[in-house]
């Protein structure tokens, strides 16, 4: 795990590295509370902090202040540290949203087992977390876990001049699987479908389940060509695969139908996440109504 020390004094911050580097953590160090601060606004932030109280730049209090003042983001753990120790300046320490306080000079000891206390409770939050952005069925994402992550994409993609594209894919006739052979085998459709929307995408691409056996995959980087490229291996893959029958000697062929588009944010275009995906599904609406097994690419011409 990785920790952030900021600390002003140079023989402190060396002698507090040394220790953590010891104990296993990966350590991140700042000079100031500007440059905590810094390290704090990165999206790969530590989420574990010892910050010392007095710091050019920004002080221990005002960066817990600033933490804790960005709803969204993942949970910074805050150690405070500091030479004061009257009882009012605990009670700010604490007040400014740092979860525990040690007074200097400090036992190592003690700041071992109270950093593995704020582990814990990072680790907790994350498995809570990972638990809430995963689809129970098929291991994808959740739609709201989706849209977080894709509005993050849209938003790199804007500030390095990138392309963004999305497929939309949808089972073909799904309620006739249900129909015949019960949910217990549509749900193992839904996880044939998701685990080839998977393996046949790209590594940094992230898949989602949109609505039931409707799945959303987000292509960063890629333009309409490559995205379609995208679509058409999952579909050709959906197609040629035999899903097994447990207990029976029978097999089950399903088919799909996507939608696709993709957007160039060059020069700050501030197209949003929804408007893309809505295209993406009015195009996967004509590939239903042109005969499913197809993947049609949202043409601004023809849709609107
Ligand atoms: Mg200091």
Same mark, same amino acid.
């Given at each position: 795990?990785?920790?952030?020390?900021?600390?002003?004094?140079?023989?402190?911050?060396?002698?507090?590295?040394?220790?953590?580097?010891?104990?296993?953590?990966?350590?991140?160090?700042?000079?100031?509370?500007?440059?905590?601060?810094?390290?704090?606004?990165?999206?790969?932030?530590?989420?574990?902090?010892?910050?010392?109280?007095?710091?050019?730049?920004?002080?221990?209090?005002?960066?817990?202040?600033?933490?804790?003042?960005?709803?969204?983001?993942?949970?910074?753990?805050?150690?405070?540290?500091?030479?004061?120790?009257?009882?009012?300046?605990?009670?700010?320490?604490?007040?400014?949203?740092?979860?525990?306080?040690?007074?200097?000079?400090?036992?190592?000891?003690?700041?071992?087992?109270?950093?593995?206390?704020?582990?814990?409770?990072?680790?907790?939050?994350?498995?809570?977390?990972?638990?809430?952005?995963?689809?129970?069925? #098929?291991?994808?994402?959740? $739609?709201?876990?989706? *849209?977080?992550?894709?509005? /993050?994409?849209?938003?790199?993609? !804007?500030? &390095?001049?990138?392309?963004?594209?999305?497929?939309?894919?949808?089972?073909?006739?799904?309620?006739?699987?249900?129909?015949?052979?019960?949910?217990?085998?549509?749900?193992?459709?839904?996880?044939?479908?998701?685990?080839?929307?998977?393996?046949?995408?790209?590594?940094?691409?992230?898949?989602?389940?949109?609505?039931?056996?409707?799945?959303?995959?987000?292509?960063?980087?890629?333009?309409?060509?490559?995205? #379609?490229?995208?679509?058409? $291996?999952?579909?050709? *893959?959906?197609?040629?695969? /035999?899903?097994?029958?447990?207990? !029976?000697? &029978?097999?089950?062929?399903?088919?799909?139908?996507?939608?696709?588009?993709?957007?160039?944010?060059?020069?700050?275009?501030?197209?949003?996440?929804?408007?893309?995906?809505?295209?993406?599904?009015?195009?996967?609406?004509?590939?239903?109504?042109?005969?499913?097994?197809?993947?049609?690419?949202?043409?601004?011409?023809?849709?609107?």
């Amino acid at each position: 795990m990785r920790i952030l020390i900021a600390e002003d004094e140079p023989v402190s911050r060396q002698l507090l590295q040394n220790s953590l580097l010891e104990w296993g953590y990966e350590v991140v160090a700042a000079r100031d509370g500007q440059e905590a601060l810094t390290i704090l606004e990165q999206a790969d932030r530590p989420s574990l902090a010892v910050l010392d109280w007095m710091m050019p730049g920004a002080d221990g209090p005002e960066i817990c202040r600033w933490l804790r003042s960005c709803e969204n983001d993942s949970y910074v753990y805050v150690i405070l540290l500091t030479a004061r120790n009257q009882e009012g300046d605990l009670v700010r320490g604490l007040e400014s949203g740092a979860d525990d306080y040690m007074v200097k000079p400090f036992n190592p000891e003690e700041l071992k087992y109270r950093l593995r206390i704020g582990q814990r409770i990072i680790e907790q939050e994350q498995k809570i977390l990972r638990l809430a952005s995963t689809d129970d069925l #098929t291991g994808l994402l959740t $739609r709201r876990a989706f *849209m977080e992550r894709m509005e /993050s994409e849209m938003h790199r993609m !804007r500030r &390095e001049n990138g392309m963004m594209g999305i497929i939309i894919g949808d089972i073909d006739f799904f309620k006739t699987v249900n129909d015949t052979y019960g949910h217990l085998v549509g749900d193992l459709v839904l996880q044939h479908f998701a685990q080839c929307l998977q393996e046949n995408c790209r590594t940094y691409d992230y898949v989602g389940r949109y609505g039931g056996e409707e799945f959303i995959i987000g292509v960063p980087g890629a333009g309409l060509l490559e995205t #379609t490229e995208i679509a058409e $291996r999952i579909r050709n *893959m959906v197609q040629n695969t /035999s899903i097994p029958l447990p207990g !029976r000697d &029978e097999v089950i062929k399903i088919t799909a139908s996507f939608g696709v588009d993709a957007v160039n944010l060059r020069n700050g275009n501030e197209y949003m996440a929804e408007e893309l995906i809505n295209h993406a599904d009015e195009a996967l609406y004509l590939a239903k109504a042109r005969g499913r097994n197809c993947s049609i690419i949202y043409s601004r011409a023809d849709m609107q």
